[in-house]
């Protein structure tokens, strides 16, 4: 019988280790159950079967709970807002981590949180503990952590920063909500015409070639048309493959992200949607970061790379650099050109009140209310255009076919 080395997690949230005997390791997983440890990674300490060692990879180590578990932004979310309860409720910080580790239900953010609740344990502040982990816990979340443990208000950033996280996944759940009926339209109308073109033009064409009659332009289009994809459809998808690939090394290039920003930003709807999205971050992260106690140079160091827009990037590296000299933020904005009007103004009225960060609050949930409307307006306009879009794709090829058979019924009536 084979021996594994494994490493696990017991009922308090610990770390395991051990060495176990078993017939495989769905056996080794069924006996450590019942001792109370969920298996995180295993390695074949002795030379096995052929089995084993398939199983475990040749002695490689194997981390069974990052193969299949993915922690997402909402249980990360969950996570911190339920830590901010405890800590409210008088629970010490090691307690709250343990009794977390014991409550989330993901093998892989148990062993994260089972890590940093040991991290703490040995006198490493919680923010440090969690920079470990940066898949998971982004450069914003820690930075704020830091500011909550510097100034003592722990718990009341914990509630900002899952506030953050939870409109932050509203935003893109309506934006990929807009984006499904298009997508599902653009789809299926791609199917449609491919069918036509491989299946029923063909049929058509076998027919016409048939009467000998001289076809019109339209229909000979689309019989030559139909005769490449049905010949050449292995080319239209590579063309496509490198198409989309070629785009994509360009659009990560630095010349081409500026340049398909500064396009993206000058699309008539899209561009208003996109900035108004942009300013929305800004303004709600700069305002949870200041209220938390960050810095204002840190915080907009931090709010710039979350932007999404290299050409926003660029106007609030040129804002930091001069509020380190002495300016004010709304001024800075403003020269830039690319933040309305009713951005700066409320900005320049919130450093004159003392009220910065309750003004950019205002200020994200008045345009997360516009980019709602705007992204409810988008969808509106590309349905209709989705419907023209196929239904003239697919009235060419009725046109084309029903073209030269109506010619031929006038001829055999003469």
């Known amino acids: 019988m084979p021996a594994y080395a494994y490493t696990g997690l017991n009922a308090g949230g610990k770390t395991v280790k051990g060495i176990e005997t078993a017939d495989?390791?769905?056996?080794?997983?069924?006996?450590l159950k019942r001792k109370g440890v969920y298996l995180t990674a295993v390695t074949e300490a002795a030379a096995g079967s052929a089995s084993s060692s398939r199983a475990t990879g040749g002695g490689r180590e194997i981390d069974l709970g990052q193969l299949f578990d993915r922690i997402r932004p909402k249980d990360v979310s969950g996570m911190t807002r339920l830590l901010s309860t405890l800590l409210?409720?008088?629970?010490?910080?090691?307690?709250?981590?343990?009794?977390?580790?014991?409550?989330?239900?993901?093998?892989?953010?148990?062993?994260?949180?089972?890590?940093?609740?040991?991290?703490?344990?040995?006198?490493?502040?919680?923010?440090?503990?969690?920079?470990s982990h940066g898949h998971v816990f982004t450069k914003l979340y820690i930075n704020m952590i830091r500011a909550g443990e510097a100034s003592g208000s722990l718990e009341t950033v914990l509630i900002r920063i899952a506030d953050f996280m939870d409109q932050q996944e509203e935003l893109r759940s309506k934006l990929t909500t807009a984006m499904f009926y298009p997508m599902a339209m653009a789809v299926v109308g791609i199917g449609v015409v491919a069918l036509l073109m491989v299946k029923v033009v063909p049929s058509i064409s076998e027919i016409f070639a048939g009467q000998g009659a001289e076809l019109p332009f339209t229909t000979r289009?689309?019989?030559?048309?139909?005769?490449?994809?049905?010949?050449?459809?292995?080319?239209?998808?590579?063309?496509?493959?490198?198409?989309?690939?070629?785009?994509?090394?360009?659009?990560?290039?630095?010349?081409?992200?500026?340049?398909?920003?500064?396009?993206?930003?000058?699309?008539?709807?899209?561009?208003?949607?996109?900035?108004?999205?942009?300013?929305?971050?800004?303004?709600r992260?700069?305002?949870?970061?200041?209220?938390?106690?960050?810095?204002?140079?840190?915080?907009?160091?931090?709010?710039?790379?979350?932007?999404g827009n290299v050409i926003l990037e660029?106007?609030?590296?040129?804002?930091?650099?001069?509020?380190?000299?002495?300016?004010?933020?709304?001024?800075?904005?403003?020269?830039?050109?690319?933040?309305?009007?009713?951005?700066?103004?409320?900005?320049?009225?919130?450093?004159?009140?003392?009220?910065?960060?309750?003004?950019?609050t205002d200020l994200a949930d008045a345009y997360d209310r516009e980019t709602s409307s705007a992204i409810t307006r988008?969808?509106?306009?590309?349905?209709?255009?989705?419907?023209?879009?196929?239904?003239?794709?697919?009235?060419?090829?009725?046109?084309?076919?029903?073209?030269?058979?109506?010619?031929?019924?006038?001829?055999?009536?003469?």
């Not at 493959?241 to 993206?264: C, F, M, Q, W």
């Not at 700069?286 to 932007?307: F, K, P």
Request: charged share 15%; proline share 4%; with cysteine.
């Open 88 to 131: 409210c409720a008088g629970v010490t910080l090691p307690e709250a981590l343990v009794a977390l580790t014991e409550q989330v239900e993901s093998p892989n953010f148990k062993n994260i949180l089972s890590d940093i609740g040991s991290k703490v344990n040995e006198g490493s502040s919680l923010a440090d503990a969690m920079a």
């Open 314 to 360: 660029k106007v609030l590296t040129q804002a930091r650099d001069e509020i380190r000299e002495g300016a004010g933020i709304a001024p800075a904005l403003k020269r830039s050109g690319h933040f309305p009007a009713l951005v700066t103004h409320m900005i320049a009225v919130g450093e004159r009140s003392g009220q910065l960060e309750q003004m950019l």
């Open 221 to 283: 289009t689309l019989i030559a048309t139909s005769d490449f994809v049905t010949k050449f459809w292995w080319l239209v998808i590579l063309a496509a493959i490198g198409v989309v690939y070629l785009a994509r090394k360009y659009r990560n290039s630095p010349a081409g992200r500026e340049t398909t920003d500064h396009l993206l930003l000058s699309l008539p709807v899209i561009g208003g949607l996109a900035r108004k999205i942009a300013i929305a971050r800004f303004a």
């Open 24 to 31: 495989s390791v769905a056996a080794l997983k069924g006996v």
């Open 378 to 414: 988008a969808t509106a306009l590309l349905e209709p255009l989705m419907i023209v879009l196929m239904g003239g794709s697919v009235g060419f090829i009725v046109f084309a076919i029903m073209t030269p058979i109506l010619q031929m019924n006038q001829l055999g009536a003469q």
């Open 285 to 307: 992260t700069l305002a949870t970061m200041l209220s938390s106690g960050v810095q204002l140079l840190q915080a907009l160091d931090i709010v710039r790379s979350l932007l």
